[in-house]
T-cell receptor, first 113, second 111 residues
Framework: GNSVTQMEGPVTLSEEAFLTINCTYTATGYPSLFWYVQYPGEGLQLLLKATKADDKGSNKGFEATYRKETTSFHLEKGSVQVSDSAVYFCALSDRNTGNQFYFGTGTSLTVIP | DAEITQSPRHKITETGRQVTLACHQTWNHNNMFWYRQDLGHGLRLIHYSYGVHDTNKGEVSDGYSVSRSNTEDLPLTLESAASSQTSVYFC??????????FGPGTRLLVL
């Protein structure tokens, strides 16, 4: 079946530090992969996505590369800011299993000045 | 601009009461979803719909029901609220298997 595993949190970083949040997936078909971000008190927002192997999604300085060989989609940012403090969710969608999304458990990031 | 709204944003109810959470989207999306978010579990799918009069059970559907009478709305009903249903509920919609758009959430407390 389909599932997503992402690194446990919480993660605390100093401003301008490098961020990596690991995400691996299991899928029966050819999934699209997503990172969503949830700011305090809000719903989830799409951060970036990649629809096929070797694609790189990017937005707001965040990047993730769809690695089929390692079934991974790790989120990275070179220099985090206090405003990046949020919960980050990795997710997959597989057209072969309808329009459902499969979410990881979320990783809480706190960036301190 | 198109959007997805949820109401109420906060709700306190008592055990055994029926509760309905509203979800309304103006994207004109066929697909709509209800999730609950709990610490340590991430988002879990409750029910989903691929169109008018279509409803399907998700991973944690026991104690919940939905109905879809039009494209814009998918209300979620808790038939007899239980303390285990205290959670944050999110509605989402999508046009295809790519990219879901989420509402702001409803925080429900069952006493």
């Amino acid at each position: 079946g389909n599932s997503v595993t992402q690194m446990e949190g919480p993660v605390t970083l100093s401003e301008e530090a490098f961020l990596t949040i690991n995400c691996t997936y299991t899928a029966t078909g050819y999934p699209s992969l997503f990172w969503y971000v949830q700011y305090p008190g809000e719903g989830l927002q799409l951060l970036l996505k990649a629809t096929k192997a070797d694609d790189k999604g990017s937005n707001k300085g965040f990047e993730a590369t769809y690695r089929k060989e390692t079934t991974s989609f790790h989120l990275e940012k070179g220099s985090v800011q206090v405003s990046d403090s949020a919960v980050y969710f990795c997710a997959l969608s597989d057209r072969n299993t309808g329009n459902q999304f499969y979410f990881g458990t979320g990783t809480s990031l706190t960036v301190i000045p | 601009d198109a959007e997805i709204t949820q109401s109420p944003r906060h709700k306190i109810t008592e055990t055994g009461r029926q509760v309905t959470l509203a979800c309304h989207q103006t994207w004109n999306h066929n697909n709509m979803f209800w999730y609950r978010q709990d610490l340590g579990h991430g988002l879990r799918l409750i029910h989903y719909s691929y169109g008018v009069h279509d409803t399907n059970k998700g991973e944690v559907s026991d104690g919940y029901s939905v109905s879809r009478s039009n494209t814009e709305d998918l209300p979620l009903t808790l038939e007899s609220a239980a303390s285990s249903q205290t959670s944050v509920y999110f509605c989402a919609s999508s046009e295809s298997w790519e990219t879901q758009y989420f509402g702001p959430g409803t925080r429900l407390l069952v006493l």
